[in-house]
């Protein structure tokens, strides 16, 4: 038996329609105001430099590390040596249903804290210290640059597919060995751009997972940046970009003099430990602000974005049955058998590519309509925020259901740590396990709905601020990118409406 969970009423899907119809006629017939983006750069609150650093060096943090590799470990030894029952394998139940999962809730609240905690990242630095010491010398005395056309986020975005297609198509989310050898891949590749590229290249160029953090950071409510700006301007030893004996240079390269997005800062905090001046705290800050007005755009992050965005429709997508019936249909069409990869491949793509034809057109709409003030890809690349929170709120709006409603492996972690129990639940107990979820199905619907409305929200700030940047006084001839929004959250509320294939 399939076991499903219930889409939204219909009810929260018109309280959704009436708040983004209402934001929409405001976005295209209230002037703007520039007044807005000034309150929007306020800064509220700060840690205070000597607490950040107190915590950057303290004792829990590094018990923390050890416990997401010791966490790291046991999912691979239960991956590869325990039941292959996904359900009852804390492998595929932690890996897919709550670190995933949960991942992307952890980024609302605390930005690209996962990075400061990251397992691959840790064990990876430990491996490729002891496997080069006495043999090449330091790790460091390698540094090669990375090849200058690989220094952007296309290889993150490649990777992003390809691990989008493992999980969805070639179903690796209910296969506990799978899911052990993609971790193990992680770390290799990990530990091997360590071994031969100067600091983290993986983390800043290839992680799908880091650069996914990395962009809906841009969203967060908190950023780490110096405290005062002349102090860094005066600065000459950047030791925060170079490092010192108290700390390691930026993984990722960032001086903190110049640094106006989390996008890449993995919150790794090493900055924090080598500024000579005690000059970077965390602070809070009005949550979206760098999507909406900060980050400075370049092509292939907006690809990234628009990437992103379609991907997280496709996983909502393919827990539809409608999905099941559609591809099955393809694949008896063109003779597809077994597990219908290259008809899960072909609907993939499709999704991709109407996606991005969608943006095209409607970038092109609105250069016609404002007279061509702008080139295409300008227009293309400065406009492509409005896909970020579109995908980060329907992203959690989706994860929601996994995370609340589905088998946790928490409750595995502690009854069965080894994942050595061979007998799976029955599908009614997993099915009454779910409806009896952490909160109730009503409050549930509430925060799916005032998440997809938020990202529409923002969306249409993104919409304004950024198109009043790009094309002055253009007011109502946004609509275009409006329309998008529009289309896109459409397409989510159908999504969230209907009834979910439930993972395990
Ligand atoms: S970027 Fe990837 S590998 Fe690096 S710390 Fe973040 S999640 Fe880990
Ligand atoms: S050293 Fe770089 S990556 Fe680490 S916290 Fe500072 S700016 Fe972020």
Not at 16 to 44: D, G, H
Not at 217 to 242: F, G, K, N
Request: net charge positive.
């Amino acid at each position: 038996m399939t076991m499903m969970h219930p889409g939204l009423s219909s009810g929260w899907i018109l309280i959704a329609w009436v708040c983004i119809f209402v934001l929409a006629a405001w976005a295209l017939f209230t002037p703007y105001q520039p007044r807005a983006a000034a309150v929007i750069q306020k800064n509220r609150f700060r840690t205070g430099s000597r607490l950040a650093e107190l915590f950057i060096s303290s004792w829990p943090l590094r018990v923390l590390k050890l416990l997401m590799v010791a966490l790291y470990v046991l999912i691979i030894y239960s991956g590869l040596y325990g039941t292959p029952i996904p359900s009852h394998n804390i492998a595929t139940t932690m890996t897919w249903n709550l670190w995933w999962s949960g991942l992307i809730v952890s980024v609302f609240f605390l930005g690209s804290v996962w990075c400061t905690v990251c397992p691959w990242n840790t064990l990876a630095t430990w491996l490729a210290k002891i496997s080069f010491r006495g043999k090449l010398g330091s790790v460091s005395d390698l540094k090669l640059r990375v090849p200058k056309h690989v220094r952007n986020i296309w290889p993150a975005l490649l990777l992003f597919i390809g691990l989008t297609w493992l999980e969805l198509g070639a179903g690796i989310t209910s296969n506990p060995y799978a899911t052990a050898l993609l971790a193990m891949t992680m770390l290799m590749l990990a530990t091997l751009s360590i071994v031969f590229f100067e600091r983290k290249a993986f983390c800043r160029y290839f992680c799908p997972v880091g650069r996914t953090i990395g962009f809906y950071a841009q969203l967060a409510p908190v950023e780490l940046r110096h405290i005062d700006a002349e102090v860094c301007q005066r600065c000459t030893s950047l030791d925060c970009y170079y490092g010192n004996e108290k700390a390691e240079p930026c993984p990722t390269g960032l001086a903190m003099r110049n640094l106006r997005e989390n996008t890449y800062c993995t919150s790794c905090g090493n900055c924090i430990r080598s500024c000579p001046h005690h000059n970077i705290d965390w602070r809070l800050r009005s949550v979206s602000r760098e999507a909406i007005q900060d980050a400075r755009p370049r092509p292939d992050e907006a690809w990234f974005m628009l990437g992103l965005l379609a991907l997280t429709g496709l996983h909502g997508l393919t827990m539809m049955p409608v999905w099941e019936y559609w591809i099955r249909k393809f694949a008896r069409l063109i003779g597809d058998s077994g597990q219908l990869l290259l008809s899960f491949t072909v609907g993939q793509l499709l999704v991709l590519m109407v996606l991005a034809l969608c943006y095209q057109l409607l970038v092109a709409l609105t250069r016609l309509v404002n007279r061509q003030r702008l080139s295409f890809s300008s227009l293309f690349t400065g406009m492509a925020f409005i896909s970020l929170p579109l995908a980060f709120s329907y992203h959690l709006a989706h994860n929601l259901n996994h995370l609340l409603r589905e088998r946790s492996g928490l409750s595995l972690l502690l009854n069965n740590p080894l994942s050595t129990a061979d007998k799976s639940l029955d599908s009614t107990s997993s099915q009454a396990g779910m409806m009896t979820g952490l909160i109730s199905q009503d409050v549930l619907f509430a925060m799916q709905t005032a998440l997809i409305v938020f990202g529409f929200w923002i969306a249409i700030l993104v919409v304004r601020h950024r198109g009043e940047a790009l094309l002055p006084g253009s007011g109502w001839r946004l609509f275009p990118m409006c329309l998008f929004a529009l289309l896109v959250t459409g397409v989510q509320l159908w999504l969230l409406s209907q009834p979910m294939i439930m993972r395990f």
